[in-house]
């Protein structure tokens, strides 16, 4: 999907975001971070920053008004320095900004080590995800780190149905790990 509105979670210092509004893969950015965004990034055009934790942006209402502005959320991002099922949980807790058919790509830090600590940790997010997503992939792309999964999802419809594919989900990571 290119155009529409994004949200990246754990902006600072602005990879993900100067990614997506440049060549129109969003038309608005809004960066949730207390960090600062790189002085070329929080000077584009289409980025909107909010300088504190997600949490505090949703609770003040601050998200949801940045979000209505650009008629609603299209695609989340997220590479926060937590927890991965904290991480889940954020995430879950900003569906309400969201379209319906919000698409998530969201950076597990596996913070526990081997493979069966890995999969505990991608079972927990799965479940922490499932009120209002579909999760489609975990893999590890070119561009995660040793100990780094991006995890795939679609967000359910209101009624509670799948609105999209987590498969198709996936070939967007990739194409979004390549670069196109």
Known sequence: RVGGAA????????????????????????????????????KMRGVTHLREKAEVAMESGRLAEAAAVCGGIDLVVSDMNMDPRAASRLVESV????????????????????????RSLEAEARKALEGHWVVGEVRQLFSNGRHERTLVATRRAADGSAT????AGGSRAAAADSGS
Not at 10 to 18: F, L, M, S, V, Y
Not at 95 to 118: E, F, S, Y
Not at 164 to 167: I, L, M, N, P, V
């Open 7 to 42: 949200l990246d979670l754990g902006a600072a210092p602005g990879g993900w975001t100067e990614w997506l509004v440049t060549d129109g893969r969003a038309e608005v950015c809004v960066a949730v971070d207390p960090g600062a965004l790189s002085q070329v990034v929080g």
């Open 95 to 118: 569906a309400p900004v969201l379209k319906d058919d919000a698409m998530l790509l969201l950076t597990l830090k596996m913070v526990k080590r081997g493979a069966a600590a890995g």
């Open 164 to 167: 999209g594919s987590g498969a």
